[in-house]
């Protein structure tokens, strides 16, 4: 049977941290639902392109794709889920302000299915109060919200990524191919690179 993989976005999800997992995940055959709270399907929301340039404190954002949603938040049955990925960019800022979004990803937490969270998605893990003593890494500008909470910040180069249990977070989006690796194996799937 097909495995059902939930993503949650916001404007201004990072598009990369989107792409990236949803080709891969669909090419290993994951059925993959993305959804907005409110948004309906087939709406869209606009996400952003993140660029480290020399110079510059911190990255620069410029307008990316559009990303379609595929189902309606208020149909979302997490239960009927084996996975969740939640990408970066600024929309797990607000997000986490939703208490709908943050109930979503806590019941995954809870019950231990796997999770991926890249850059500031770590931000909707913090927001469920059940991260204390986990290892977490995410995008350095939010290592003060993993310290306060009482989650383990761990420190990895941008194209790595830390597991703990079932979640698997990296800093950016470089750690893409390593956290699908990591989060296929979880849903009893293996990618094996070439040698």
């Known amino acids: 049977m097909t495995k059902k993989i939930l993503m949650i976005v916001g404007d201004f999800v990072e598009t990369l941290e989107v792409y990236g997992p949803l080709f891969t995940l669909k090419t290993l055959g994951f059925n993959v639902d993305i959804v907005c709270p409110n948004k309906n399907k087939n709406e869209t929301v606009t996400s952003a392109v993140h660029d480290f340039t020399p110079g510059f404190q911190t990255y620069t ?51 231990n299915k796997p999770i991926a969270a890249v850059c500031h998605g770590p931000q909707l893990l913090l927001a469920t109060g059940t991260c204390t003593g986990r290892k977490i890494t995410c995008y350095p500008t939010v290592m003060p ?47 094996t690179p070439p040698q």
């Open 145 to 191: 919200e993993c310290t306060l909470t009482g989650a383990q910040y761990t420190k990895v180069p941008n194209d790595e990524c830390i597991v703990d249990g079932n979640l698997v977070t990296g800093p950016t989006y470089l750690s893409t191919p390593k956290m699908m690796i990591n989060f296929t194996e979880l849903l009893g799937s293996k990618i």
């Open 61 to 111: 954002e410029k307008t990316g794709h559009l990303v379609y949603t595929t189902v309606n938040f208020t149909e979302v049955n997490p239960k009927t889920y084996d996975g969740l990925i939640i990408p970066g960019g600024r929309a797990p800022e607000y997000l986490r302000c939703i208490p709908q979004v943050v109930e979503v990803v806590k019941y995954f937490i809870e019950t």
